[in-house]
């Protein structure tokens, strides 16, 4: 009968349950706004998967008239060169006004993964001068993509 | 020490090695549709990719007893030990938050390899002991609706290495723990063979994103 009871206690920890799943994720390095010429540039990450990832431009002038003008977005996911699927279409900013852009990459997030490949560079050129960001993958150990804590 | 034998299996009852690898770990993104509020500094989270994976079902038997015409007094056989492998791989659409083997099991079509170990009783207090058959079998299994209790059949060939034939299993119980099993076979120098055993069932599992 103890061992009965013993069995019964012991089973539960053979059924565990887990957490969802998480995800890792590209986030830039630096989080502060760049200065491009009469630009002022900042941005983030909005998503990122095994597509590859997408990421959101804000743009602003401190001066009175800037043109806006993007020439390159590439990205270069660990020797990896992907370019943006399109560029934001030209405009002249005022002060005061801001833009917001969207820009896909599109890349084998799997195998960047695999790979092992969590550091990329992103090189943003626009007419009046260019800038690069570093981005790292947000999931610095392997397993953690995996801990699922219920 | 012979009790203790026959109860530490039980113990074992219904145990997972369960083992996540690491590859195709991101999710899912709709990477060509903008974001709806692009203004919004936030992180759109990437949808579940599902998963795939390899289950390896061990199946121990210390309890057996079988009849066969090469016994030398009435034909009976004890099956002190068999051990059965049976593998097979599933995908899901969503990752699992529990303990997958009941999931992966339902409806699983697998192969199985299995070995056994016969004790032929003999005049006196005299045994034969020999490693035989083995037998190869596909497997179905179905699961109830609680995914616990269920039967598995399966059917195949066994050998004693040099003569073969054909071989079916009926099991019913619960597949992730403990299952009352029945098995006939015919092979040209034993010809029929009917058994009767309880196998003590765990799992292995590997499962990684797809």
């Known amino acids: ?150 | 020490m012979r009790r203790l034998l026959c109860f530490a299996p039980v113990l074992l009852v219904g145990c997972f090695v369960h083992t996540h690898r690491e590859t195709n770990a991101p999710g899912n993104v709709e990477l060509a549709k903008p974001p709806p509020d692009l203004t919004e500094r936030t992180r759109i989270r990437p949808t579940d990719p599902g998963e795939q994976g390899v289950v390896v079902q061990g199946s121990l038997t210390l309890h057996g007893v079988g009849w066969t015409h090469v016994g030398q007094d009435g034909h009976e056989v004890f099956l002190p030990f068999m051990l059965e492998l049976a593998p097979w791989t599933f995908t899901r659409e969503k990752s699992h938050t529990n303990q997958i083997s009941n999931e992966a099991l339902d409806g699983a079509v697998r192969p199985a390899i299995g070995l056994a170990l016969r004790v032929f009783p003999k005049s006196g207090n005299d045994t034969r002991t020999e490693l035989g058959p083995m037998w190869y079998e596909v497997q179905y299994v179905s699961l109830d609706k609680d995914k616990f209790g269920g039967v598995m059949i399966g059917g195949g060939v066994t050998t004693t290495y040099k003569h073969i034939g054909p071989q079916a299993t009926l099991c019913m119980g619960a597949p992730l723990v403990i299952q009352v099993c029945g098995r006939g076979a015919w092979t040209t120098d034993e010809h029929t063979t009917i058994q009767a055993f309880v196998t003590y069932n765990g799992f292995a599992e590997w499962v990684w994103s797809r």
Request: net charge neutral; proline share 7%; aromatic share 8%.
């Open chain 1, 1 to 150: 009968m103890r061992k009965l009871a013993l069995l019964l206690v012991a089973l539960p920890s053979c059924f565990p349950m887990e957490g969802p799943r998480t995800y890792p994720s590209w986030a830039r390095a630096q989080t502060v706004p760049t200065s491009v010429g009469c630009l002022r540039v900042d941005g983030w990450v909005v998503q990122s998967g095994k597509q590859g990832l997408g990421l959101t431009l804000e743009v602003s002038t401190p001066s009175d008239v800037c043109p806006f003008s993007m020439r390159v977005a590439e990205l270069d996911v660990g020797g990896e060169r992907v370019q943006a699927k399109s560029l934001p279409a030209s405009a002249t900013l005022h002060h005061g006004q801001t833009i917001w852009v969207y820009l896909p990459f599109f890349f084998d997030g799997d195998r960047a993964w695999n790979e092992d490949r969590r550091a990329a560079s992103l090189r943003l050129a626009f007419d009046s001068g260019e800038t690069r960001w570093e981005l790292t993958n947000t999931m610095p150990d392997r397993n953690l993509c995996e801990e699922r804590t219920p």
